[in-house]
Structure formats: structure tokens, C-alpha cells
T-cell receptor
Framework: GENVEQHPSTLSVQEGDSAVIKCTYS??????FPWYKQELGKGPQLIIDIRSNVGEKKDQRIAVTLNKTAKHFSLHITETQPEDSAVYFCAATLNSGYSTLTFGKGTMLLVSP | NAGVTQTPKFQVLKTGQSMTLQCAQDMNHEYMSWYRQDPGMGLRLIHYSVGAGITDQGEVPNGYNVSRSTTEDFPLRLLSAAPSQTSVYFCASSPQLSTLGGELFFGEGSRLTVL
């Protein structure tokens, strides 16, 4: 099955700085890569996703890049704000089914004012 | 709009006790699932359902049972609780059966402690 490695496990930045979270996956057949944000005491929420036929996707201050050759994808957050503080999960799936969606172990992002 | 509702939010059990975690969604979603979240382990799929009357196992199904008698409800049953089942449990749903449609909608979680 798929294996997703996520780094770093914790990331501390100052408000206004950029933050980058990286994930690698094992199966070259994976074709869908979502990112979820989990605020304290809440369930995860989708913030952005990318499919294997796209190299980069942006949504305001958030962007995701995908390198299929190296089998890694990254989340970039620019101009970080305190409300960006949360746990972020990457995930990958082989055949588009939710039952095969494999999550990384999460990154706790702390943005200090 | 309620979305995905989980009850209870907190529960303490003794080893060997049984209980049911409830999950209800009001979005008419076909796909529903249960995950457990443990420190340093991410989210792991327990069971899932692609429609009423249809369920299947995920990555970590042992010790748990599910059923799907209606589109709205997907309860998770612990038949004989063990300390290893101490975790935070999330129910999630989606209108599509494929990730090509995008988003999983998560509930707010149920924190279970087994003593």
C-alpha cells in the first residue's frame, strides 16, 4: 500500500514569514494529494488539493507543488498569520477512492505574533 | 447547517465495556467513514460505507463494528473496549465515492479513554 512521510513534525515561524511542509509518497501510481488543516478541538478541513496532472496550484496565501518524478509534494503558506496555527495533514491516494487515502502523521504549525 | 455530528464528544470506559459512537450527517452524502487519530500516527481508516447497507473494512478494523441502515447514520461499535482503543475518533462523509470529487467533511471528534 501507499506510505506517506511528512516533515517537519513541528514548525514555528514568526508572523509574516513563510512556512513550508513537505511530504513524500511511495507509490508512483498515486494521483490525488489533498491537504487538511485541523484546528484545536476540531475535525480536519480540506484547504487545498492537487491532482497528478498538475504541477502547482495556488489559492490566495496557500500553494501546493507536486514533483511526480521525486514523488514529493509540498504545502507553502506565505505571509503567515496567527490563525494559521494548526495541525496540517497531507494525504495521497492510489486509485481515487477514499478508502485508499493515506494520511501523513501531521505537522503542528505555530505562528507567533 | 449541522454537517457531520458526532456524539458523545467525550467518553470514559472500563476495559471490556461496550459502547457505540454515533455519527449523523444531514448532507445526503453517500460515503461515510470512521478514522482514529493517535499522537504521531496521523489519521487511520477504521471502516467505511459507500451507501446504505454497504460497509467495508479500512486499515485498522479489529475491535470495531459498523452498520449503515440509513444514508444519514453510521454508528461505530466497540464490542469489548481495550486500552489500545483510547483515541480520538472522527467520522467523515463525502457526496462522492471518489476523491476526484474532492472533499471529505469531518465531524468534530469523539475522545475515548479506556481504563
Amino acid at each position: 500500500g501507499e506510505n506517506v512521510e511528512q516533515h517537519p513534525s513541528t514548525l514555528s515561524v514568526q508572523e509574516g514569514d513563510s512556512a513550508v511542509i513537505k511530504c513524500t509518497y511511495s507509490d508512483s501510481a498515486s494521483n490525488y494529494f489533498p491537504w487538511y488543516k485541523q484546528e484545536l478541538g476540531k475535525g480536519p478541513q480540506l484547504i487545498i488539493d492537487i491532482r497528478s496532472n498538475v504541477g502547482e496550484k495556488k489559492d490566495q496565501r496557500i500553494a501546493v507543488t507536486l514533483n511526480k518524478t521525486a514523488k514529493h509534494f509540498s504545502l507553502h503558506i506565505t505571509e503567515t498569520q496567527p490563525e494559521d496555527s494548526a495541525v496540517y495533514f497531507c494525504a495521497a491516494t492510489l486509485n481515487s477512492g477514499y478508502s485508499t487515502l493515506t494520511f501523513g502523521k501531521g505537522t503542528m504549525l505555530l505562528v507567533s505574533p | 447547517n449541522a454537517g457531520v455530528t458526532q456524539t458523545p464528544k467525550f467518553q470514559v470506559l472500563k476495559t471490556g465495556q461496550s459502547m457505540t459512537l454515533q455519527c449523523a450527517q444531514d448532507m445526503n452524502h453517500e460515503y461515510m467513514s470512521w478514522y482514529r487519530q493517535d499522537p504521531g500516527m496521523g489519521l487511520r481508516l477504521i471502516h467505511y460505507s459507500v451507501g446504505a447497507g454497504i460497509t467495508d473494512q479500512g486499515e485498522v478494523p479489529n475491535g470495531y463494528n459498523v452498520s449503515r441502515s440509513t444514508t444519514e447514520d453510521f454508528p461505530l461499535r466497540l464490542l469489548s473496549a481495550a486500552p489500545s482503543q483510547t483515541s480520538v475518533y472522527f467520522c467523515a462523509s463525502s457526496p462522492q465515492l471518489s476523491t476526484l470529487g474532492g472533499e471529505l467533511f469531518f465531524g468534530e471528534g469523539s475522545r475515548l479513554t479506556v481504563l
